[in-house]
Each structure stands twice: as C-alpha cells, then as structure tokens.
C-alpha cells in the first residue's frame, strides 16, 4: 500500500491526513506526520495552568464562508458532544455567543469612539476602489502604503482592518487586495464583528484536539522530535522524492520513499523561533538557528526552480515581529469592569483597540472557560500589539522590552480604571515574542510562494500558509485546510476538488452594502 509523509504538525498537514483517509481512501496505518517540536498542533497551540498561567499565541478569528474548514470539521466528531461535529458545536456556539462589539475602538482619554462611521474622505474611497480593481499581477513588489496617502492609516477602518486581521501599512497591496476581496461582505458589519465566528474554546482544544483523537483513532503515526532536513530528489525532469532525511534524539536517519507514496511539506513558519516571557521576564529574541520548517525549504528551493524564495519572507524579522500576551487571573474584577466599561459580556464584546496608542494595543475578553481545564474561579484573556518597538505611551520603552508585569501596566493605563494596582497584583501575564507571525504578509510577487502541487511533482506537494492558492488569504485556517485538501485531490487526480473560494465581490448585494459602509459619516 501506499504510504504518505507528512512534515510538521500543524492544521495543514492534520487536514492532509484526514482528507488523505476521507477522500483518499488512505488507511490511517499509512499515514506518517513528522513534527520537529515535542508537541503537535503547529501555531494553534495553547498550554498552562492556573498556578502558572495560561497561553496561546494567537487566537484565530472564522466566519461564514471557511467552507473548507467546515467541510472538514463536519466529519470530526466534538470532543464534548461525540454525536455532533467539530463545525455542528462552532456552529451551535456562534448562535449562544456571536460577537457584537460595542466598544471596537478606544480614544486617548478612555472614551469608546463612535466605530460605526469610517471615516473615509473622498480620496481614501477613492484609493481603496482603485485597490480593489487594480489586477494583482500589477501589484508585484507594492505595499500597502504605495497605494495609499498617509491620511487613510488615521481612519477608523484602517484602525479596525489592521487590528483585525495584522496588517501593517509596508505589508503587500497583493495580500491587502486579496483581503478586500474576499472579505468584503464583513464591510457592513466591522464595527461590530458580529459576521465573526469563534470555536468554543481556543483552537487547540477546540480543532486540534478531536483531529488528532480521530486520527489516531484511524491510526495514523505522529512522530514527534523529527526534524526533517532534507529531501532526496530522483534524477531526470520530474520532481519526485526518492527518501526523507532527518534527525532525531541527536541521531540521522532516512525514510526511502515508494514510487507511489506521497509526500506534504508545511514549508516555512510564522510561529518558528517564538519565545515566551513570563510576569516578571522579558521574551528574547531569538532569531539565531533556523526552524526545520525554513531549513528545509531553503534547502529545496536551492535543488530546482519554481520551488518559492523562502527569503522574501525569512529575511526580514523587524517587518514581521510583533507581540502577544496573555493574562491568567483568579480576581474577576477586570472582567467585571471590561463588560461595564465596553457594554458587552465576556464572549460578546470582540476586539477592542486603543487606536491611538503607541503600541497599537488590542485586547479581547473570550468566553469563559477558554481553555477545556480552565477551573470556573480563573479567567483568561488575551491582546496583542502591532508595534511592539515603539515607546510606550505610559512605561516609556518598547514593548520588546517589558516584562509582562509592564506590558499588564501599559494596557491598564489606557483604561479608565481606578483598581490598576489589584489588577496588576492580581494577574499573571506571559508576553510571546514572534519574529515571524506576520511573515506571510511581506511584500511579494508571483512565483515567491510555490503552487501546492508544483509543476512536473509526481509525489510532492506543500502545503500552509506560504504555499500558492490564487484569491485566497494566507494567516486563516482556511488557508492551511484549502492547501491541504488541493494537495491531496491534486496528487491522487480525485474529482471531488475543495470548493472554489468566496467571490462575494461578484454579488451585487454585497457589493451595495460595502459602498453604503465607506460612505458612513
């Protein structure tokens, strides 16, 4: 029987193999994942304690039309409710607890600013239409700020937009097109976040948890602490792996590879070299030794062209970092005052971000519990910021540098609170420092990414966020899924193709209701 290879453990290479055995009639005995870490799961991680605290990286943000993700959460049984689906209990969720922010942008004195209006001059209408036309293979090597005036980066939408979603003004006008494109029917409700969906817990208790319980039901093989680092390419024009070289345990090791086994490389990282801090810590910066999942694929694109560039997205750490933190306490009076202060309960308020801090801070109160062990007496939640190495507005240096105690006293002061210094005692915060999170946004051209299935590959495919889908956007997990089901209908030649990405600018609803948004005074 065939066998197939799966390198990294992230929800790429988890797809895969569930659609590998779903559609490809794989059984999951010949199914192989290697992950260099000692955990799986790849950037939908979330770990911690009450006595230690609490984290997660990021939080992934889902809506109506991840088609392939609910696909393929359709067939993955929940791990509370065995007799619904991982996309019936999101689903069921969203109904009991669908976001609807009141309180999305903060002012300098505290105030919550009127989110509803835009803020849009006639210009930065004007720029953002001429964006959305414009065709992407014009938009090589642009960023954002190429195709807009200083002005537009003060409004409320690029406020919302960039908090949303990560953008940053030198990141790729392909990407940002890309955005507005395929979210556009979100246009009329922004301010709100109500068309955002959200799993019921963290996304690696809530998809990579019953994934990896149904796969290894299925019996697939994860092996973890395997860092592959090279792949043995046959001779001739064809591109087809001949054996997997790795190493474990400080030993190498090679896998011969079968004329009909597969082989799916996640190539590249955004969570690669990420480092945590700790209340009283600052996170280093840790960009000295390459991941496996960079080594490797700077090691194939050397071998053959139409490989990708992994160094227009590795190269360039101080336009891809940013932080996030997260904060464990068992004192229930920041939540108690959050939901007074934006008028939302935890769960239904969304992103909430200080437009004009310097650090561009973002906050937002989950559902509690938001983690499956979480006891009922402790309360988790999470921000981020864009800028993390400009000056603090009140502790006066970056965010690079503060402990987590600092970054906790930073948010608190933006906040019109007298209790700051319950909080702060109260709270344990762990900072994370990710030189590569928005690595996937840097500015670009046609061919940098390689096509998930490349030209002349008999057996080789890649698959994740620096892997090419034409019209679809790079850090959702819809992303990662989409690549993994093209990878897999494309190597075994299967009918039953991923369905074709949104294309709700082609709707003339849609399109109304978006102009009436840029429009809002």
Request: aromatic letters at 12%.
């Amino acid at each position: 029987m065939a066998k197939a290879y799966l390198v990294g453990s992230g929800i790429a290479s988890l797809a895969a193999a569930a659609f590998l055995i779903r559609e490809g009639g794989f059984s999951g005995n010949d199914i192989v994942i290697l992950e260099e870490q000692d955990r799986e799961g790849g950037s939908l991680d979330a770990a911690g304690s009450p006595e230690t605290g609490y984290t997660m990286r990021g939080g992934r943000m889902f809506e109506i039309h991840f088609e392939c993700t609910y696909d393929l959460l359709s067939s993955i049984p929940s791990l509370d409710d065995p007799a619904k689906s991982v996309t019936e209990d999101t689903f069921a969720f969203h109904e009991d607890f669908a976001w609807d922010d009141h309180a999305r942008l903060v002012a300098a004195d505290g105030s919550v600013i009127d989110a509803h209006a835009m803020t849009f001059s006639e210009r930065d209408r004007l720029e953002l239409v001429k964006c959305v036309a414009t065709p992407e293979r014009l938009l090589d090597g642009k960023r954002i700020s190429d195709l807009f005036h200083e002005e537009f980066f003060t409004t409320n939408f690029w406020a919302m937009w960039c908090t949303t979603f990560a953008f940053e003004p030198w990141h790729s006008a392909i990407e940002f097109r890309r955005y507005l494109n395929r979210f556009v029917h979100l246009f009329k409700t922004f301010d709100t976040m109500s068309g955002i969906y959200r799993t019921r817990f963290n996304q690696f208790d809530s998809i990579v948890r019953p994934l990896l319980a149904w796969l290894t039901a299925q019996g697939v093989t994860l092996r973890l602490g395997t860092r592959v680092t090279d792949l043995r390419l046959a001779d001739g024009d064809a591109l087809t792996v001949e054996e997997l070289v790795w190493e474990r345990d400080g030993k190498s090791g090679s896998t011969a590879v079968g004329p009909d086994d597969l082989v799916m490389v996640t190539n590249g990282s955004m969570t690669a070299n990420s480092t945590l801090g700790s209340t009283d810590t600052v996170p280093a910066l840790d960009t000295t030794s390459s991941s496996g999942a960079w080594q490797l694929w700077e090691t194939l694109a050397a071998k053959r062209p139409g490989l990708g560039d992994p160094k227009v997205f590795d190269s360039h750490v101080k336009d891809s970092t940013w932080e996030s933190f997260t904060v464990t306490t068992k004192d229930p009076l920041f939540f108690k005052l959050m939901e007074e202060f934006s008028g939302s309960e935890a769960g239904k308020g969304g992103l909430i971000t200080f437009k004009e801090s310097s650090w561009l801070l973002t906050i937002v109160l989950n559902h509690q519990p938001h983690f499956r062990d979480q006891p009922e007496d402790t309360f988790v939640w999470w921000g981020y910021a864009l800028f993390p190495d400009r000056q603090g507005d009140f502790v006066g240096k970056p965010m690079s540098e503060c402990t987590g105690r600092e970054i906790l006293d930073e948010v608190l002061r933006h906040l019109p609170f007298t209790e700051r210094q319950r909080i702060l005692d109260g709270s344990l915060v762990i900072p994370a420092k990710m030189p590569y999170i928005t690595s996937q946004f840097l500015v670009r051209k046609a061919g940098d990414r390689p096509q998930v299935v490349p030209a002349g590959s008999t057996n080789l495919a890649f698959i994740g966020q620096y892997a090419e889908v034409p019209e679809d956007v790079v850090f959702t997990v819809e992303y990662s899924v989409r690549t993994a089901w093209t990878a897999v209908a494309g190597l075994l030649g299967l009918d039953r193709q991923p369905p074709p990405v949104y294309k709700g600018q082609y709707d003339p609803k849609v399109l109304i209701e978006a102009l009436q948004t840029l429009h809002r005074r």
